[in-house]
């Protein structure tokens, strides 16, 4: 009879733990495919060498910067990025950061650099996630949230 009790009271003790797991288990979930989204607008206006795209995924675009940005990887025969891989980390219910590692692709084949990294912080805002700042990191860099 002892044991059933303390089988109970362990259940329930565990029970409010277990019920946390799952939550940050569908936040995680929710921050991968929402910032896996994000992303890849980023990359796809990136290639299509679209400025006011890139401004659009971000909180507080520098305009004239991403112009001045895409200018001179168009004038240095800038292809495409080839994504490597993206992951993602939740800081709380709207703000995530995620790691991207990349190459960039000239347009007659060959990579411009070695492979790259960037960490990105990323907000949910009222038009959706959004970009709130970049940082270029060695391409061995991990993700730490």
């Known amino acids: 009879?002892?044991?059933?009790?303390?089988?109970?009271?362990?259940?329930?003790l565990a029970a409010p733990a277990i019920?946390?797991?799952g939550a940050a288990s569908i936040e995680r979930e929710g921050i991968e495919q929402e910032g896996r989204a994000l992303i890849n607008?980023?990359?796809a206006a990136f290639n299509r060498g679209d400025a006011d795209a890139l401004a659009a995924l971000e909180v507080a675009p520098d305009r004239a910067k991403l112009a001045t940005t895409i200018a001179n990887l168009r004038a240095d025969s800038f292809g495409k990025l080839d994504v490597y891989s993206a992951e993602f980390c939740s800081l709380?219910?709207?703000?995530?950061?995620?790691?991207?590692?990349?190459?960039?692709i000239?347009?007659?084949g060959g990579k411009m650099n070695?492979?790259?990294?960037?960490?990105?912080?990323?907000?949910?805002?009222?038009?959706?996630?959004?970009i709130t700042n970049e940082t270029d990191v060695p391409?061995?860099?991990g993700l730490s949230c």
Request: include cysteine; charged fraction near 25%; charge should be positive.
């Open 92 to 104: 709380d219910s709207t703000h995530a950061r995620a790691i991207v590692k990349f190459a960039r």
């Open 106 to 108: 000239y347009t007659f």
């Open 19 to 21: 019920a946390q797991q």
């Open 41 to 43: 607008q980023w990359a």
């Open 139 to 141: 391409y061995v860099s």
């Open 1 to 12: 009879m002892k044991c059933a009790f303390y089988a109970i009271v362990l259940a329930c």
């Open 114 to 130: 070695d492979d790259e990294a960037r960490i990105f912080d990323i907000a949910k805002t009222d038009a959706g996630w959004r």
